[in-house]
Structures are given as structure tokens and as C-alpha cells.
RNA sequence: GGAGGCGUCGCCUAGUCCGGUCUAUGGCGCCCGCCUGCUAAGCGGGUUGAGGGUCAAACCUCUCGCGGGUUCAAAUCCCGCCGCCUCCGCCA
């Protein structure tokens, strides 16, 4: 949800974002003729209701003849405030409708275009250097490490079991970006992965991507795609207190994901699946500071990336990629052997006060209150191990490990086949 | 699943039975000022949030968990929901 002030006093602003991104531009008309009409009615409803209670005061003290008339004013008057009163809600309704329609406003700088606009910061790393080059499911599968034939056995396609080293090198991710947060001054934090339809609906992902996302109907719950859910409903409704720097946590949680607009695309192995874990960092600051700490969050997903030995890319998302409630997206992508081409490990997004305004997560101003700035970013997610398992694959079918991880797996440098491959 | 209790402006709390004087009491904490070698104590004032309005103010409206209803009038009466607590049952 934008700022109804910013729509007001800088309409253009808000025009030429949305024609960025590729959507529509009359909701500004629109909005500000909602707004123009729920002041008004407000406006009215205020003025009879003002009188409705100064009258009210007389009744008490009046008596005999003087009381009953003013008692048959009052009624009058009271018809009058309730109908003034649903008029005013109902276009209070329409006005908070049509908030919800415009994307957040995106940042100078951000590429205008879709999917494939993107520009390409830097890359970072060598890719290897493979003869023979075998895939994350052939090598996984000859490590004993994912089995995702008795994953779609058990509960479909996109399912899979994580076994032996293969658990232990998703553990070592995990942990790994756990410590790694705590060491920046995170909050570790394990979310719930079930959430009511308010907080889903305030991080902006009912929107477009509403498909995406499991629903539990008889319980009203939504199964959260990332912890960036939980962690932006962790401080809903709430003044939080920034004057020490930012609030930051890192959240571990299982991740759900319907994938249903993906037919056939990434069906082998466990690029995209429908459950997976994943650690995500999740800031709240101040407005004017979240562009510093989105650089942050970049920074601590490319030490993680280069921990793991992986080489990658970051890319400057354009704007009609993002997502509603990113003002600014910056994915890193590591490089994936099998299929000569990048793969997406770690989005970062700024969404400046965008998500806050929803949840109604302020701060104290010098006048009031003020909607603080929101940010996350990808620490590490199952979908690590193919980009681990490939780029560090050896000749022989075995995989060497990366320094940072062995301690998760007893100690070995190299994971051999654990039959013929 | 069943029974009961509770939810008031940061925290605690008065008010709810019996509707109007609630423009919500008092304490703690916090902020500003006074007093005072310093500190403490004491004294005075301020201290929920949102919206409208205004150059700025004044001022107005809403806000007693949330949403409805009754009434001229609701913190107070009625209905529904949510959350927390206790007990019982069931299950891990």
C-alpha cells in the first residue's frame, strides 16, 4: 500500500512507476477521486454527528414538553448521522480497495522492462571447468543424498526425501547461514509456517501470486511461502522502537510452494519444489536508511555464496519482475553446470514502507508516527545443494566439499558415490 | 471437544451490576519546568493512536480486544467473533 500523501502530491511519481512496471495508471485518477469523495463524506458525517452529541448533552437537563421535542430532534438526527455514517464507510471501503491496486513505487535506477531486463552487477567466481558434466539429481542420487522417486511415492511430483549426506549438507546450509546471521547481530528466529489471511495479505503476496500459495480452508491459514510472512507479521500493529539501528532476524522455516503456474518447467530433480527450507533475513529500519541496509543484506547472501565456492552473478531485477511490494530486488545467481545457464539462490528486496503501511508497523517521529522500511533477503534454501553438488563435482562422480560445510559432514572433504553411478 | 474467567490510553488499575455528570480514575514509568552544593525527595505541567481541518493553530470525529445490534445517548445492555488464562475430557 503506498502513502495516500505521496499519490496526492506527487501523482506523476506514481504514474510513471506503475507505467515501469508494466501496469495500470488510471488507479491514480481513481484513487485520488476515492480520496477526493471520502473526505467529503467524512466531512459531513463528522458535522451531524458533532451535533447529534451536543444535542444528546441537552436531553438529561430539559423536561416535560421542551425534553419530547428535543427528543424528536434527536431521533431525526440520529437517522440522519447513521446514513451520513455508511456513506462515509462506504467510501472509506472504496478508497482502501483501491489502495491495494498500485505496486509499490520502484527506486531511480531500477531497469524498466520485464523478465529478461535485468542488468548484470558483477560475477563473482570461476565456473568449472567439466568434461563430462553430470546433473545435481544424477550426482545426488549416486551420494545417496535426495531420492525424489519415493518423494513423488509418498506425496508427489516435486517431492522429494533428502538422505544421508544429502541431509546433512541441507543441515549445514541452514546452520551455516544461521551462525553466520547471528554473527551479523540477527535475531534467529523460527517462524510458524501456518498464517491467518491478514498477515499474508499484508506482505503482498494474495496479489498475483495468490496461485502460488497453499490454503488451508477450513481453517482459514495460509502455508507460508518464505518466513519473510512471518517475520513482517512479527511486528504487526506495533510501534517498533529503530533508535538503536535496525530490527534484524533471521528466520528459519519450512517454505510451501504451489508452483502452479509451472507445468513442466524444472520437473527434474529439486530446482523447484513444493516444500523446502530456508533461512531468510529480515530487516525493519528507517525509511531513509533502507537503501544502505539493502546493500547489507547483499552483502551478507554474496559472503554466504562465497563461503559455499560457488560462482555467481547479481543481477539488478527490472521493474516489471518484481514483485508488488519490492521497490528493489536484487537476485544472485549461481551458476549451474548441467544446463549452461544461471539459477536464481538468493533474492534480496527492498520494500520501503510498502509492506509496513499494511501491517500498520510504525516508529516514533519527531511528530506522530511514521511507517518504517522493511527488507529481506535469502541466507540459504535447499535449492543451494544443486548449485553445490554441480559446480563442485569431480571427474569420478564424487563431490568435493566446501571448506565451510565439512564440519556438517563428519569432517570429509570429498562425498564418494555410494553405488555404481 | 466441554465448563468457567478475563481483555480499559507503555505497565498496573478505577469505572461495567443500575446507560447521560467518562471530555475514562489513580499509581508507576517517561518527558518538560521549578526548587536544590550534587543526587534523591518535593512541587507544577505533559504523556494512546488514527482521521478531518488549518499557512500554522484553534477546533471536530473516531478509538475502552474486534465487528454488529438496541437507544435520543453505550467502556457500561444484547448478539457474534478473536485472543489469553484455569479446569475437565481426548490425543501425542
Given at each position: 500500500?503506498?502513502?495516500?500523501?505521496?499519490?496526492?502530491?506527487?501523482?506523476d511519481r506514481v504514474r510513471a512507476s506503475q507505467r515501469a512496471r508494466g501496469e495500470t495508471e488510471e488507479v491514480?485518477?481513481?484513487?485520488?477521486?476515492?480520496?477526493?469523495?471520502?473526505?467529503?463524506?467524512?466531512?459531513?458525517?463528522?458535522?451531524?454527528?458533532?451535533?447529534?452529541?451536543?444535542?444528546?448533552?441537552?436531553?438529561?437537563?430539559?423536561?416535560?414538553?421542551?425534553?419530547?421535542?428535543?427528543?424528536?430532534?434527536?431521533?431525526?438526527?440520529?437517522?440522519?448521522?447513521?446514513?451520513?455514517?455508511?456513506?462515509?464507510?462506504?467510501?472509506?471501503?472504496?478508497?482502501?480497495?483501491?489502495?491495494?491496486?498500485?505496486?509499490?513505487?520502484?527506486?531511480?535506477?531500477?531497469?524498466?522492462?520485464?523478465?529478461?531486463?535485468?542488468?548484470?552487477?558483477?560475477?563473482?567466481?570461476?565456473?568449472?571447468?567439466?568434461?563430462?558434466?553430470?546433473?545435481?539429481?544424477?550426482?545426488?542420487?549416486?551420494?545417496?543424498?535426495?531420492?525424489?522417486?519415493?518423494?513423488?511415492?509418498?506425496?508427489?511430483?516435486?517431492?522429494?526425501?533428502?538422505?544421508?549426506?544429502?541431509?546433512?549438507?541441507?543441515?549445514?546450509?541452514?546452520?551455516?547461514?544461521?551462525?553466520?546471521?547471528?554473527?551479523?547481530?540477527?535475531?534467529?528466529?523460527?517462524?510458524?509456517?501456518?498464517?491467518?489471511?491478514?498477515?499474508?495479505?499484508?506482505?503482498?503476496?494474495?496479489?498475483?501470486?495468490?496461485?502460488?500459495?497453499?490454503?488451508?480452508?477450513?481453517?482459514?491459514?495460509?502455508?507460508?511461502?518464505?518466513?519473510?510472512?512471518?517475520?513482517?507479521?512479527?511486528?504487526?500493529?506495533?510501534?517498533?522502537?529503530?533508535?538503536?539501528?535496525?530490527?534484524?532476524?533471521?528466520?528459519?522455516?519450512?517454505?510451501?510452494?504451489?508452483?502452479?503456474?509451472?507445468?513442466?518447467?524444472?520437473?527434474?530433480?529439486?530446482?523447484?519444489?513444493?516444500?523446502?527450507?530456508?533461512?531468510?533475513?529480515?530487516?525493519?529500519?528507517?525509511?531513509?536508511?533502507?537503501?544502505?541496509?539493502?546493500?547489507?543484506?547483499?552483502?551478507?547472501?554474496?559472503?554466504?555464496?562465497?563461503?559455499?565456492?560457488?560462482?555467481?552473478?547479481?543481477?539488478?531485477?527490472?521493474?516489471?519482475?518484481?514483485?508488488?511490494?519490492?521497490?528493489?530486488?536484487?537476485?544472485?545467481?549461481?551458476?549451474?553446470?548441467?544446463?549452461?545457464?544461471?539459477?536464481?539462490?538468493?533474492?534480496?528486496?527492498?520494500?520501503?514502507?510498502?509492506?509496513?503501511?499494511?501491517?500498520?508497523?510504525?516508529?516514533?517521529?519527531?511528530?506522530?508516527?511514521?511507517?518504517?522500511?522493511?527488507?529481506?533477503?535469502?541466507?540459504?534454501?535447499?535449492?543451494?545443494?544443486?548449485?553445490?553438488?554441480?559446480?563442485?563435482?569431480?571427474?569420478?562422480?564424487?563431490?568435493?566439499?566446501?571448506?565451510?560445510?565439512?564440519?556438517?559432514?563428519?569432517?570429509?572433504?570429498?562425498?564418494?558415490?555410494?553405488?555404481?553411478?
Amino acid at each position: 500500500m503506498l502513502d495516500l500523501r505521496v499519490i496526492r502530491d506527487d501523482p506523476d511519481r506514481v504514474r510513471a512507476s506503475q507505467r515501469a512496471r508494466g501496469e495500470t495508471e488510471e488507479v491514480v485518477d481513481e484513487l485520488l477521486a476515492a480520496d477526493e469523495s471520502r473526505r467529503a463524506s467524512l466531512a459531513e458525517f463528522e458535522r451531524l454527528r458533532a451535533e447529534q452529541k451536543s444535542l444528546g448533552k441537552e436531553i438529561p437537563r430539559a423536561s416535560g414538553d421542551e425534553k419530547q421535542a428535543l427528543l424528536d430532534r434527536a431521533k431525526d438526527l440520529a437517522a440522519a448521522v447513521k446514513a451520513a455514517e455508511a456513506a462515509a464507510d462506504g467510501a472509506q471501503r472504496r478508497l482502501d480497495e483501491l489502495a491495494m491496486v498500485p505496486s509499490n513505487i520502484i527506486i531511480d535506477g531500477v531497469p524498466e522492462g520485464g523478465e529478461d531486463d535485468y542488468v548484470v552487477l558483477r560475477e563473482v567466481g570461476e565456473r568449472p571447468d567439466l568434461e563430462k558434466v553430470r546433473d545435481h539429481l544424477e550426482l545426488g542420487e549416486s551420494l545417496g543424498a535426495i531420492d525424489t522417486e519415493r518423494g513423488a511415492k509418498v506425496s508427489g511430483s516435486r517431492f522429494y526425501f533428502l538422505t544421508g549426506v544429502g541431509a546433512q549438507l541441507e543441515l549445514g546450509i541452514l546452520n551455516l547461514a544461521m551462525s553466520k546471521a547471528v554473527e551479523a547481530g540477527f535475531t534467529p528466529v523460527i517462524t510458524p509456517t501456518l498464517v491467518r489471511p491478514e498477515i499474508m495479505a499484508g506482505t503482498g503476496f494474495l496479489g498475483a501470486h495468490a496461485d502460488e500459495i497453499y490454503r488451508l480452508e477450513r481453517d482459514d491459514l495460509y502455508l507460508v511461502g518464505t518466513s519473510e510472512v512471518a517475520l513482517a507479521g512479527f511486528h504487526a500493529d506495533e510501534i517498533v522502537d529503530l533508535s538503536d539501528g535496525p530490527l534484524r532476524y533471521a528466520g528459519w522455516s519450512a517454505c510451501y510452494r504451489r508452483e502452479a503456474g509451472s507445468h513442466g518447467k524444472d520437473t527434474r530433480g529439486i530446482i523447484r519444489v513444493h516444500q523446502f527450507h530456508k533461512v531468510e533475513m529480515f530487516s525493519y529500519c528507517r525509511e531513509e536508511d533502507a537503501a544502505a541496509e539493502h546493500e547489507r543484506l547483499l552483502g551478507w547472501e554474496e559472503s554466504m555464496l562465497g563461503a559455499m565456492e560457488l560462482p555467481y552473478r547479481v543481477i539488478d531485477v527490472a521493474a516489471g519482475d518484481l514483485g508488488s511490494s519490492a521497490a528493489r530486488k536484487f537476485d544472485c545467481e549461481a551458476w549451474l553446470p548441467s544446463q549452461s545457464r544461471w539459477l536464481e539462490l538468493t533474492s534480496t528486496s527492498n520494500c520501503t514502507t510498502f509492506q509496513a503501511r499494511r501491517l500498520n508497523i510504525r516508529e516514533r517521529a519527531e511528530k506522530g508516527t511514521r511507517s518504517v522500511g522493511t527488507l529481506n533477503g535469502t541466507l540459504g534454501t535447499t535449492r543451494w545443494l544443486v548449485a553445490i553438488l554441480e559446480n563442485h563435482q569431480l571427474p569420478d562422480g564424487s563431490v568435493a566439499v566446501p571448506q565451510a560445510l565439512r564440519p556438517y559432514v563428519g569432517g570429509r572433504d570429498v562425498l564418494e558415490p555410494v553405488r555404481a553411478g
